[in-house]
């Protein structure tokens, strides 16, 4: 007989664990005792290769989140051997039925965690809210035959009505990436709808250019002066902290009325130099 092809990875992988066999209850208990006295490494890898299987089926609730399934299965086997080390053959049941919370408790952490990057269901009764709030929504609205309220779910579950709305919110909110495509064709990206509320840069190019030629301009006017006209329009009128007229005449070895004149004309010769100057005018800095 002639076996179709595998293909898919987790296919792959269903056929390489599906050569492992199952384990009799004795047989398991045996090879339990065997690692809990003796840490025979072999007895635990027994242990978890004959309960693959069992994760790959618990993983399978979990794909309605939008998660790869090899990844589920990764962490359901992590928490299956976890299990195994905590496994205690003499209280009386199998191993799956203890190592269950387990797979289930580290395949619900990964989902959590890929469901974005705020963090949610950081305590343990958000991590059951995030599970149960859909499953309680699902139930009502079978029962009632309309959209249930959040009041009513929050009852369902004994949860304030807030808790309810929070998580609903984060639920419906997942984190989409900027580079993931709107449509089939792949041709359209979020990124490529966001609005720059910035200056383009070609308006930012100009900025600088006009920039650069009005200190050029005003350099090219401040050669023009003498050494104290220079000094005052340096010190005064381009100053973030401006010196005083009466700390100019000190300089300078002139009264405060002299510095205002020199002041005065200096101010003349740069508006030959440069038309636009207003009244009182605060000067671009070289």
């Known amino acids: 007989m002639n076996l179709p092809a595998v293909t898919d990875s987790v296919d792959i ?30 007895a635990a890898e027994k242990l978890v290769t004959s309960n693959l299987r069992f994760v790959v089926k618990i993983a399978h609730e979990y794909k309605k989140y939008s998660v790869k399934l090899i990844d589920l299965i990764q962490e359901g086997n992590i928490g299956l051997m976890h299990a195994v080390k905590k496994f205690d053959p003499y209280k009386g049941y199998r191993l799956i039925s203890y190592a269950v919370w387990w797979i289930r408790a580290y395949m619900q952490n990964f989902v959590i965690k890929s469901w ?22 699902k139930k009502l609205q079978t029962l009632s035959e309309k959209k249930p309220e959040f009041k009513e779910i929050a009852e369902m579950l004994n949860v304030k009505e807030t808790e309810i ?114 009244d009182e005018p605060r000067l671009i800095a070289n």
């Open 165 to 278: 709305d929070e998580m609903d919110l984060r639920l419906n909110n997942r984190d989409v990436s900027l580079n993931a495509t709107m449509d089939d064709e792949g041709e359209s990206a979020y990124i490529d709808h966001l609005v720059y509320k910035g200056k383009s840069q070609e308006d930012a190019l100009i900025k600088k250019e006009e920039m650069a030629l009005v200190k050029r301009t005003i350099a090219g006017a401040l050669e023009k002066l003498n050494e104290r006209e220079d000094y005052i329009i340096r010190h005064r009128i381009m100053a973030d902290d401006p010196e005083t007229l009466q700390k100019i005449g000190d300089r300078f070895h002139v009264t405060r009325e002299r510095a205002r004149q020199i002041e005065k004309d200096a101010l003349r010769k740069l508006r030959v130099a440069l038309p636009y100057l207003t």
């Open 116 to 137: 974005s990057i705020v963090k949610i269901g950081t305590t343990q009764a958000q991590r059951k809210l995030f599970f149960k709030l859909n499953q309680a929504k």
């Open 13 to 42: 992988y269903m056929a390489e664990i599906n050569r492992f066999p199952l384990l009799k209850a004795e047989e398991e208990f045996e090879l339990a005792v065997r690692f809990v006295k003796h840490n025979d490494m072999q």
